[in-house]
């Protein structure tokens, strides 16, 4: 059901690590900030969704995760409109260089995603090997409109 390479993992737990998130920014393009628990994390709060993924990556590339937590109060569903769930891009100098998404099919089934309060989910995306230099790196979610403005924005540093 999901792109080729998207593993999805569920935890139904509440995320222990994110009791200390403030009230966060709303709408699109909240900025990220740095997580006082985990300060090699990008992080932002969306229509009470927290959104993290690492603030870094190696210049070998590999796996990274967006990790989802509802924190709202009571059930909520999301449109979902197609199996591709998450997604990121990497730019330098304002040209996009990367993204996970390119050259996939996915498909376009439309359904409703249940998430309890305090559930987590983590997408995991690849990146590949990177030349040294600064990387603008875009995470995009479904639902709203994340999938055309991103959950979290920030800058990659590669050695």
Do not use: N
Request: glycine share 14%; net charge positive; hydrophobic share 45%.
């Amino acid at each position: 059901m999901f792109g080729k390479g998207l593993r999805v993992v569920v935890a139904a737990a509440a995320a222990v690590a994110l009791m200390g998130c403030g009230a966060g920014g709303g709408g699109r393009g909240a900025a990220p900030v740095a997580s006082p628990a985990a300060p090699h994390t990008l992080r932002a709060m969306q229509a009470g969704f927290v959104f993290q993924a690492p603030a870094s990556v190696a210049s070998g590339g590999g796996p990274v995760v967006l990790t989802v937590t509802y924190r709202g109060k009571a059930a909520t569903t999301l449109a979902v409109v197609t199996t591709r769930e998450a997604d990121v891009a990497l730019s330098r100098g304002g040209r996009i260089v990367y993204r996970w998404s390119a050259g996939r099919a996915f498909g376009q089934i439309a359904f409703q995603q249940a998430w309890k309060p305090g559930q987590v989910r983590r997408y995991q995306l690849s990146v590949p090997a990177l030349r040294p230099g600064v990387y603008t790196v875009a995470f995009y979610f479904h639902g709203h409109d994340w999938m055309t403005h991103p959950v979290l924005r920030g800058t990659w540093r590669v050695a």
